[in-house]
């Protein structure tokens, strides 16, 4: 059973569209993150959310929207896509908001624009 | 700007040996330090971490030291086995609960050698 589940795991699409990768977490975690890995291999945070609020927004493009309707779920929406949001997307999750025990990663998603 | 830096990118030990990676930080308030180990098509995965306030921490065949006044961290794995050929990212998070930020070095290339 995946605690940490994102859909779908490739996403090819072209300039422009739009897209959305979901995330689900059955750990009862409070707190999940989007993290970006590109070409370089950096691992960036982009959001955070505890308990369905907003607490991290690190300087992402307002076309990225994550959307979390309940504690369990984080969507990340993509608008306009660009060819520099190609890169690999990670869910995660942690509980009480603390790196110490670490954070639980989904299995990534990887996203080509076209 | 580079926080937390990972200078080998790759790194081959032969099997029963030690290994032992190392990562470099430059920003002095970090609260916590991680290592985390990825296979290929797979998320992260939370290995050891260790507080600022704490110089050791020990779990199993993995060992991370912590020298804050060289901002310097290193993971050892002994015995080497061929499981551990992964990624080993180092990452390092500052902020209070809620508003946390885990900063990951490039990764590590870790081959065991049978």
């Known amino acids: 059973d995946t605690a940490v589940s994102q859909t779908p795991k490739y996403l090819v699409t072209q300039m422009g569209n739009d897209k959305s990768i979901k995330c689900e977490q059955n750990?009862?975690?409070?707190?999940m993150y989007w993290y970006k890995q590109d070409s370089k291999k950096f691992l960036k945070i982009m959001f955070s959310y505890n308990n369905k609020e907003l607490i991290i927004n690190e300087t992402v493009p307002n076309r990225f929207s994550p959307k979390s309707p309940d504690k369990a779920h984080l969507n990340l929406h993509i608008n306009s896509l660009e060819l520099g949001d190609s890169a690999v997307y990670f869910c995660a999750s942690s509980q009480g908001g603390t790196a110490y025990y670490g954070y639980t990663f989904g299995s990534g998603t990887r996203l080509t624009v076209v | 700007d580079q926080q937390v830096k990972q200078n080998s990118p790759s790194l081959s030990v032969q099997e029963g040996r030690i290994s032992i990676l190392n990562c470099d930080y430059t920003?002095?308030?970090?609260?916590?330090f991680l290592w985390y180990k990825k296979y290929p098509a797979e998320g992260p995965t939370f290995l050891i971490s260790?507080?600022?306030?704490?110089d050791k921490n020990e779990d199993g065949r993995f060992t991370v030291f912590l020298n804050k006044s060289a901002k310097h961290l290193s993971l050892h794995i002994v015995p080497s086995q061929p499981g551990d050929s992964a990624v080993y990212f180092c990452a390092a998070s500052v902020g209070s609960f809620g508003n946390e930020k885990l900063t990951f070095g490039t990764g590590t290339r870790l081959t065991i050698i049978p």
């Open positions: 920003n002095s308030m970090f609260d916590y």
């Open positions: 260790i507080s600022s306030i704490k």
């Open positions: 750990l009862g975690h409070d707190t």
